[in-house]
């Protein structure tokens, strides 16, 4: 009888043990939601990286430039002011709390300023704090210290990449400003006349001519007739043998005549990238 009993009074305690675990293990996993909710309610779960897209506040990129140093941006500004032989200083409502900024030429490539300071630039480069000896060795630059006094360990733009970025307008409007310079231009695709031929539309309300695009190879994802596209390419006038040769085109005699007759000697991008923007 005791056996029995002693038997009756562990199996009452392993009853009441598993009752115990399945209670603990339901509060578990009622606090993995809880905070599973609070996490992504707050929106740091799987993004605990801040980026300069999704900042609300603007001056929170000038007051907190360490979440920024070190990343890439991409900006598209009138410049302001040259500074020294390789820099000058532009302005980004979503950048720097719209303070000017010095943008530095590490591109290796000389860079003219537009003469007309309607004209755009787009830069892209890595956000860094202008500390002039660490900028000087690691891009293998030579900027003189008096140029940049104000602007010493503030951020700034090391550039690798810079193009003037007129708008298809401006460019119709005086093709000679642009001849033989890199460019990028953002506009709407107006027309497509092959996989490698479209047309950028001009945006004025009475006619125009429409930017004529040549790309050098197919682009790599689709580009659709009243998409906004970006294009970055060398603006040239168009003669059919000057393009085949310059850019290994092999078009027949016949195709040659056929472009010359409706585009000759018209302003044309010859674009090496075109991506949706």
């Known amino acids: 009888m005791n056996s029995l009993k002693t038997k009756q009074n562990k199996s009452n305690d392993n009853s009441q043990r598993r009752s115990v675990l399945e209670w603990l293990g339901?509060?578990?996993?009622?606090?993995?939601?809880?905070?599973?909710?609070?996490l992504v309610r707050g929106g740091s779960f799987f993004n605990s990286e801040a980026t300069v897209t999704n900042t609300s506040n603007k001056s929170e990129i000038a007051n907190n430039t360490d979440e920024f140093i070190g990343k890439s941006v991409t900006i598209r500004s009138k410049a302001i002011q040259k500074i020294g032989l390789s820099s000058f200083t532009v302005k980004d409502a979503r950048f720097f709390n719209d303070e000017p900024i010095v943008v530095v030429n590490?591109?290796?490539?000389?860079?003219?300023?537009?003469?007309?300071?309607?004209?755009?630039?787009?830069?892209?480069?890595?956000?860094?704090?202008?500390?002039?000896?660490?900028?000087?060795?690691?891009?293998?630059?030579?900027?003189?210290?008096e140029y940049y006094k104000e602007y010493v360990n503030k951020p700034a733009i090391i550039a690798q990449y810079l193009a003037l970025s007129p708008e298809p307008a401006q460019i119709i409007q005086s093709p000679e400003k642009y001849n033989g310079r890199k460019v990028t231009v953002t506009g709407n695709v107006a027309n497509i006349r092959s996989s490698i031929l479209l047309t950028l539309d001009e945006n004025q309300l009475f006619g125009g001519e429409d930017l004529l695009v040549l790309l050098t190879t197919p682009p790599k994802v689709a580009i659709n007739q009243g998409q906004?596209?970006?294009?970055?390419?060398?603006?040239?006038?168009?003669?059919?043998?000057?393009?085949?040769?310059d850019y290994n085109f092999t078009w027949s005699l016949e195709a040659?005549?056929?472009?010359?007759?409706?585009?000759?000697?018209?302003p044309v991008l010859v674009a090496e990238t075109v991506y949706p923007s």
Request: aromatic letters at 6%; hydrophobic letters at 45%.
């Open 26 to 38: 339901h509060v578990s996993v009622l606090i993995f939601l809880l905070g599973l909710a609070l």
């Open 228 to 245: 906004t596209v970006s294009v970055i390419g060398e603006l040239r006038r168009f003669v059919a043998a000057e393009i085949e040769r």
């Open 106 to 145: 590490a591109s290796g490539v000389p860079f003219d300023l537009p003469v007309d300071q309607n004209i755009e630039v787009q830069v892209t480069g890595q956000v860094r704090n202008l500390a002039i000896d660490n900028i000087e060795q690691e891009f293998n630059l030579n900027l003189k210290d």
């Open 256 to 266: 040659k005549q056929e472009l010359d007759t409706e585009y000759g000697n018209r």
